[in-house]
């Protein structure tokens, strides 16, 4: 009976752990894995800043996960500055990211970028050479929020990555959520799998994910910027 509960135990400890999350761009503060560290904790899993920044574009750079979850809801915010505790700019609003393995958004958060600079008094010309953090947020089935957060310099030189680097795996994508009344006229995207092309669908057939109570889904397309 103790060799059966002990199995079962590490059967359960293994899933969780791979429904995980990591960074790998920009490159992510270091691993929530580690000793002391966990996914778990607000607001960078209990991992310190660190000196080892990535050049970031001023207009929004490259971000990509490797996501274990079959589906989870996604923010990405964005903190000004050296040692940051308040992540008050909302570059990605909350979206469904589904499938498993690699998932890439190409620009993220253009127009919600240039939103959140113009209120901190910057635009994309004097934000150059500022500090600034990343926090990644995933919500998956069981409710519980999940954290890693990433440091860069914003670099107006800064390129994005190339589309061979941002391409999600098979079946990955997102699907973002709306408020029940703004999708009475909504014509959305599918999530399209690596190599293949979107397909144009409505939104309530592209809903592909448990009823959320009042929300319903319109399909980001794959691979594409969220501004």
């Given at each position: 009976?103790?060799?059966?509960?002990?199995i079962?135990?590490?059967f359960?400890?293994?899933?969780?752990?791979?429904?995980?999350?990591?960074?790998?761009y920009?490159?992510?503060?270091g691993?929530s894995?580690?000793?002391?560290?966990?996914?778990?904790i607000?607001?960078?899993?209990n991992v310190?800043?660190?000196?080892?920044?990535t050049?970031?574009?001023?207009?929004?750079?490259?971000?990509?996960l490797?996501?274990?979850?079959?589906?989870a809801l996604t923010?990405?915010?964005?903190g000004?500055g050296s040692?940051?505790?308040?992540f008050n700019?909302?570059?990605?609003?909350?979206?469904?990211?589904?499938?498993?393995?690699?998932?890439?958004?190409k620009?993220t958060?253009?127009?919600?970028?240039a939103?959140?600079?113009?209120?901190?008094?910057?635009?994309?010309?004097?934000?150059d050479?500022?500090?600034a953090?990343l926090?990644?947020?995933q919500i998956?089935?069981?409710?519980?929020?999940?954290?890693?957060?990433?440091?860069?310099?914003?670099?107006?030189t800064?390129?994005?990555?190339?589309?061979s680097?941002?391409?999600?795996s098979?079946d990955?994508?997102?699907?973002?959520?709306?408020?029940?009344?703004?999708?009475?006229n909504?014509?959305?995207?599918?999530?399209?799998?690596a190599?293949?092309?979107?397909?144009?669908?409505?939104?309530?057939?592209?809903?592909?994910?448990?009823?959320?109570?009042?929300?319903?889904?319109a399909?980001?397309?794959?691979?594409?910027?969220?501004?």
């Open positions: 009976m103790a060799f059966s509960t002990t079962t135990f590490l359960a400890l293994l899933h969780l752990t791979s429904a995980h999350f990591t960074v790998e920009p490159y992510w503060r691993s894995s580690a000793e002391g560290t966990s996914q778990w607000f607001p960078c899993a310190s800043e660190t000196t080892n920044r050049a970031w574009t001023t207009t929004g750079g490259s971000l990509r490797h996501v274990g979850h079959h589906w923010y990405v915010n964005l000004l040692n940051v505790t308040n700019i909302s570059l990605v609003d909350h979206f469904n990211q589904t499938g498993n393995g690699t998932f890439c958004l620009e958060g253009k127009a919600r970028l939103a959140g600079l113009s209120g901190a008094g910057y635009d994309a010309k004097s934000v050479g500022v500090d953090t926090q990644v947020i998956s089935t069981t409710g519980a929020a999940l954290y890693n957060c990433a440091d860069i310099t914003f670099n107006a800064a390129a994005l990555l190339a589309d680097e941002c391409a999600n098979t990955v994508g997102g699907i973002g959520i709306l408020n029940a009344d703004q999708a009475g909504t014509t959305a995207t599918s999530t399209a799998s190599g293949a092309a979107p397909t144009s669908t409505s939104a309530a057939s592209a809903l592909q994910m448990p009823a959320l109570g009042g929300v319903v889904a399909v980001i397309g794959f691979g594409i910027a969220l501004t």
